[in-house]
């Protein structure tokens, strides 16, 4: 009886054993897939990172956080009685200049309908209706009406392919720049120009979430356009105008 005894209880152990094998395996198997997705991943995304022209800036763990920073300057009192002030008139002189030459350059017209996309107090849009351009309106996080109306340049507030032109000097704000450049294609008309103006040479202020360090991101950002130029500009820090045509 007691070698019936031991000979049951050994087979026990030895079904107990297999079963936590049973299911130890495929759970080990399962962590180790994942850890080496994960590791591949990391890596993917660091090296692609280091070798790329634009960088987004690290510190925003959330949309909410970022929207926060962002509006942190646009609701700045002393910013915005300076923006309307002192800072009002030279803006819009300089701005006049650079919308000269897009119309010299047949890119802009008085019957164009265009859109300044982070205009804050709308120094850009005053400056379009003063040389003619009067179908003209800016759009930012906090509006100025009636030349600033309320939109976020992610997800823009308007519909599919209705500006001629869209003008922005703000790209370095954006957070995500595949979505930034997805809305001005998105709303732009076929055969319509966006213009940018950005900073190639130096860093942008501590407000802004990206990092642009050649034209070449842009050019693979515009998916639906080409590039029709570049140029120096002297734009309030930013040092290049890209200018792209909206093909399909």
Not at 14 to 29: G, Q
Not at 109 to 127: F, N, T, W, Y
Request: charged share 25%; glycine share 4%.
């Amino acid at each position: 009886m007691k070698e019936i005894s031991v000979s049951s209880s050994s087979i026990i152990i030895s079904k107990y054993i297999f079963f936590i094998v049973l299911i130890t395996i495929p759970i080990l198997l399962f962590l180790s897939h994942r850890n080496s997705s994960s590791s591949a991943f990391i890596s993917t995304t660091t090296t692609s990172n280091s070798d790329s022209d634009l960088k987004i800036r690290p510190g925003y763990s959330t949309y909410d956080s970022y929207i926060k920073k962002q509006l942190n300057k646009t609701l700045n009192p002393k910013l915005r009685k300076i923006w309307t002030t002192r800072d009002w008139d030279r803006k819009i002189q300089v701005f006049s200049k650079f919308f000269g030459e897009l119309r010299n350059g047949n890119l802009l017209s008085d019957s164009s309908k265009v859109l300044c996309i982070g205009a804050r107090m709308g120094q850009e849009v005053e400056a379009l209706k003063r040389v003619g351009v009067s179908d003209s309106v800016g759009m930012d996080l906090v509006p100025y009406p009636p030349l600033v109306v309320k939109g976020d340049f992610h997800n823009q507030p308007f519909d599919d392919e209705i500006f001629d032109l869209e003008f922005s000097n703000v790209f370095d704000h954006a957070l995500f720049p595949e979505k930034f450049v997805s809305e001005i294609e998105r709303t732009l008309k076929t055969g319509g120009v966006c213009v940018l103006h950005v900073s190639l040479s130096k860093r942008a202020d501590k407000y802004s979430a990206n990092d642009l360090y050649s034209v070449e991101p842009l050019k693979k950002l515009f998916k639906r356009s080409e590039l029709v130029h570049t140029r120096t500009v002297d734009g309030f820090g930013l040092d290049t105008e890209v200018v792209f045509r909206k093909n399909r």
